[in-house]
């Protein structure tokens, strides 16, 4: 069985697609409004300081998890311990991959509805974003604009994941990425050449450390997790198809680069061109659904940015879709002996089913809610506050406590063996920021979004 796993074929290859899964809605949508509402700079500041002393150390040991076993997140756990503790973590895993795809799918929809309404012609007469927010309402009241935006994005997702590793995954992401990458540039530029743009600069970049508190603190913290795609074993799985050759630590390192570097790219693109047309930034779907086509409208040649710049947010959704649906079809391909076209038409297929109450939740279904929120609301809740930083917590205390500390750093220094030799010290940094400071940490983050502290 293992000799015939398939595996990446590049180390390029690898980082593009771990990139694709980290770089997604997250980078794009949520990072500009968190930043921009909780102190600007000062906020990054803070998130990026997350980011080094837990997203980092974390994100090197999913990767390591997955590359030192060449297993799905339950395989991976099973083969290095023998208590059902682990692999209990390794199924909510691919249980996690399941509910963030079913929601996710249905925003990934939206964006794509987005350059559509786009070429149509839609969005260009707006005055306001008012005006804005009620074709946003229209149409994501409507069922049959949600349900078949939802069914051509998941549709897309599984076209690329049954195509295989290499053959769709890793060939899909060495095409979007760049072109992701060419389109913030062009919207950057664009932006910070807009009159005007020094507001929005100064929104991001001047601190403001009077909005730091526990609470931006811990935003800061979920968020560095959710934007490295950590706590469900994604970065386990790409992880296990790359080859020992390679160093996990550069690799994990570039990864986050990326991330992060396309996350600050997207804040200016978008609040240069928020502030230049003299607009208040709105928090929420608000920001890129009605703030956002009102600024295009507003700007000359405004429909060419707004088609690129939901294309852009399309890509992004598209390759962490990927990675979500590549946990699951892999549990079933390494575990179950399903073919991969198995897994993806069934699983994939039950995947896009969950979804359609979450597509319904914006019309039909928007007044059934348990505990005051709708069932979209509930899977998002439910998967990405509680789940992904149980995962999170599990993972680090996996690496840093229950994996002997030899085998671990053997593991760690295949294909590393110079990086190790130059930075001695760099093993007692990552271990104590994994035995200590992100358990801690993590714990927090879950008990808060459990209303416990
Ligand atoms: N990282 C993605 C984003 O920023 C979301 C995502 C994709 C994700 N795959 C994941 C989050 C796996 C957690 C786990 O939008």
């Not at 809605?25 to 906020?43: R, T, V």
């Not at 969005?123 to 935006?149: D, H, I, Q, R, Y």
Request: glycine share 12%; aromatic share 14%.
């Amino acid at each position: 069985m293992t000799q015939n796993r398939e595996a990446w074929g590049s180390k390029i290859g690898f980082i593009l697609a771990a990139a694709g899964s980290a770089v997604g809605l997250g980078n794009i949508w949520k990072f500009p409004y968190i930043a921009g509402e909780n102190g600007g700079a000062a906020f990054i500041f803070v998130y990026l300081l997350c980011i080094g002393i837990i997203g980092f150390p974390v994100l090197i040991s999913e990767v390591l998890i997955g590359r030192t076993t060449q297993k799905n997140p339950v395989g991976a756990f099973a083969s290095l311990s023998n208590s059902k503790l682990w692999l209990s973590v390794g199924f909510l895993g691919v249980l996690a991959g399941f509910l963030i795809l079913s929601f996710y799918s249905v925003i990934g929809g939206w964006t794509i509805g987005y350059v559509i309404e786009t070429l149509r012609g839609s969005l260009s007469s707006f005055t306001s974003p008012e005006e804005a927010g009620v074709l946003f309402g229209s149409l994501s009241g409507s069922p049959a604009w949600t349900l078949g935006f939802h069914t051509l994005f998941f549709a897309l997702t599984m076209f690329i994941v049954v195509k295989g590793v290499q053959g769709g995954i890793e060939k899909s992401s060495k095409i979007m990425m760049p072109v992701l990458l060419s389109i913030l540039v062009i919207l950057m530029v664009r932006g910070v050449t807009l009159d005007g743009a020094d507001e929005g600069m100064a929104f991001l970049w001047v601190p403001d450390w009077s909005k730091i508190n526990a609470q931006s603190i811990l935003i800061a913290l979920g968020h560095a997790f959710f934007t490295l795609s950590l706590g469900m074993g994604a970065m386990m799985t790409y992880g296990s198809y790359m080859s020992k050759k390679d160093s996990v630590v550069t690799a994990s390192a570039q990864i986050v680069l990326l991330d992060t570097l396309i996350a600050l790219m997207a804040g200016v693109a978008i609040f240069t061109a928020v502030f230049a047309s003299g607009l208040n930034p709105a928090a929420g779907p608000g920001l890129i659904f009605q703030t956002l086509p009102a600024v295009f409208a507003s700007m000359t040649g405004g429909v060419y940015f707004s088609f690129l710049f939901f294309l852009l947010l399309a890509i992004a959704a598209l390759t962490s879709a990927i990675s979500l649906l590549e946990v699951v079809v892999a549990y079933f391909v390494d575990e179950k002996g399903w073919d991969r076209k198995g897994a993806v038409l069934i699983f994939g297929g039950s995947i896009y089913l969950l979804g359609v109450p979450s597509a319904l939740s914006f019309n039909l279904m928007a007044d059934s809610k348990m505990f005051g929120m709708t069932f979209f609301d509930v899977v998002d809740f439910l998967a990405s506050n509680v789940l992904l930083p149980f995962g999170g917590l599990m993972i680090a205390i996996f690496a840093g406590w229950v994996w002997s500390r030899t085998s671990v750093m053997a593991a760690l220094k295949e294909g590393a063996e110079g990086l190790f030799e130059n930075y001695p010290w760099f093993e007692g940094v990552w271990l104590f920021f994994l035995k200590f400071v992100a358990p801690v940490l993590i714990t927090i983050v879950l008990l808060n979004s459990l209303g416990l502290v």
